[in-house]
């Protein structure tokens, strides 16, 4: 019984809790024939709905998580012989005999189920803080509130949902869509990314996050198991040596200097026909333009140095998209408020014929103008 109960409070803990009934009544004259239990998201917090079935009437009680629990522990044997928990991932089933034996039986369940939180009134948004990924990857409270320090986070994680769905929504896909995050690290954006497509789009994918720190690598693969997400998974690699095969769309947000530059490259090489990053620091231009010891009447001055090696460094990569077929547009990622990282360079592959020379006769112009002897893009293109 203990080790039911615990199962019951260790999917409570992570989220995983899909569903819950309680049925054959130890009284069976009782008038309450069994309880269905589903989590229901009222007022951005997480809760846990009970049906109580009556012979002649259905009464529906919310409770938090430990009422939750202290109900069941009232309930079980006490009212109900049987009880079966539904996860994401196993189905738990308690049996106890007339004589008071209690037995568990487990099983895995072959598909993975998602939650729904049926109460949600906002179901059409585009994430859902009350999924469980997001309380274990530490930006929302059990009950599935954002915490106030992770309310900067969300906003730019929601900033993003938005605009990879208007990316994603024109465009045509041939069965499962296969996406690379690289440099991912804690996975929010990752996550973010999967819960759009797979959710709120329906598509089917193939999300693989690249990230070279394996501590990383091993909890977000956890958390992606208990959370019982398919066509997501973590890949310890280095951006410059994941070569994937099929890539139909390439994300870097965030991928330290030059490490951008290895994931476009990495895009453009596999046919990606969406490309999205919001480059890091700028660290090799602004190295090569102080080498040159070449100034202007704007790089003169420290900071627009530094603006100006950003602004150059992101010039030259969105030509060098352009370069190999693809339309590009630069656009802020949210507000400088929430991070000074604001820019999105976006590229998206179309059927036009580039005017190579003209595009290569620019990026020479620019580099000649600010001393720049080498564009690592260009360089390893
Ligand atoms: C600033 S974090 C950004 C995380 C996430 N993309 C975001 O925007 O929230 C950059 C991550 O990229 C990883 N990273 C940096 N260089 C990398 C490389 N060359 N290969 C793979 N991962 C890299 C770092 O370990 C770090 O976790």
Redesign the pocket.
């Known amino acids: 019984m203990e080790r039911f109960l615990n199962r019951v409070a260790s999917a409570v803990e992570q989220g995983s809790l899909v569903k819950m009934t309680l049925s054959k009544p130890a009284d069976k004259h009782d008038e309450l024939r069994n309880i269905y239990i589903k989590p229901v998201l009222i007022k951005e917090k997480r809760l846990f709905a009970f049906t109580y079935h009556y012979e002649r009437r259905d009464e529906v009680k919310n409770y938090d998580a430990e009422q939750m629990l202290d109900t069941l522990k009232e309930l079980i044997p006490n009212r109900f012989m049987n009880a079966v928990l539904f996860t994401v991932s196993e189905d738990v089933t308690l049996l106890v005999s007339s004589k008071g034996k209690a037995t568990v039986q487990t099983k895995k369940v072959q598909e993975c189920r998602v939650q729904n939180l049926e109460h949600d009134k906002q179901k059409n948004r585009l994430i859902n803080p009350a999924n469980p990924w997001w309380y274990q990857l530490g930006l929302t409270t059990r009950e599935g509130k954002i915490t106030a320090d992770m309310q900067h986070k969300f906003k730019q994680i929601y900033k993003y949902a938005e605009i990879v769905e208007s990316l994603v929504k024109p465009m045509k896909f041939d069965g499962t869509v296969h996406i690379a ?6 996975g ?2 990752t996550f973010a990314l999967h819960e759009l497509l797979t959710q709120r789009m329906n598509l089917d994918v193939d999300i693989k996050g ?4 394996p501590d ?1 690598v091993l909890k977000i693969n956890e958390i992606i198991k208990t959370s019982g997400l398919k066509g997501l998974e973590f890949v310890e ?4 040596a994941y070569h994937p095969e099929k890539l139909d769309v390439l994300i870097a ?4 200097n030059t ?1 951008t530059d ?1 994931a476009i490259a990495s895009g453009i090489r596999a046919g990606a026909e969406l490309i999205v990053c ?1 480059p ?1 620091c700028h660290k090799q231009i602004r190295q090569e333009m102080e080498r040159s010891g070449m100034t202007d009447a704007i790089t003169r001055y420290g900071i627009f140095m530094e603006r100006q090696a950003v602004m150059i460094t992101d010039t030259i990569r969105a030509l060098m998209m352009e370069y190999y077929g693809y339309k590009t547009q630069v656009m802020e990622f949210i507000e400088m408020e929430h991070t000074p990282k604001n820019v999105l360079l976006v590229g998206q592959k179309t059927d036009k014929e580039p005017n190579r020379l003209i595009i290569s006769k620019t990026i020479s112009d620019l580099k000649r103008r600010y001393g720049i002897q080498n564009h690592y893009l260009e360089t390893i293109l």
């Open positions: 995050d690289m440099g991912a690290g804690k929010y954006l690249v990230e070279i720190r990383l690699s280095s951006i410059e947000l965030h991928a330290c490490a290895d919001a890091c």
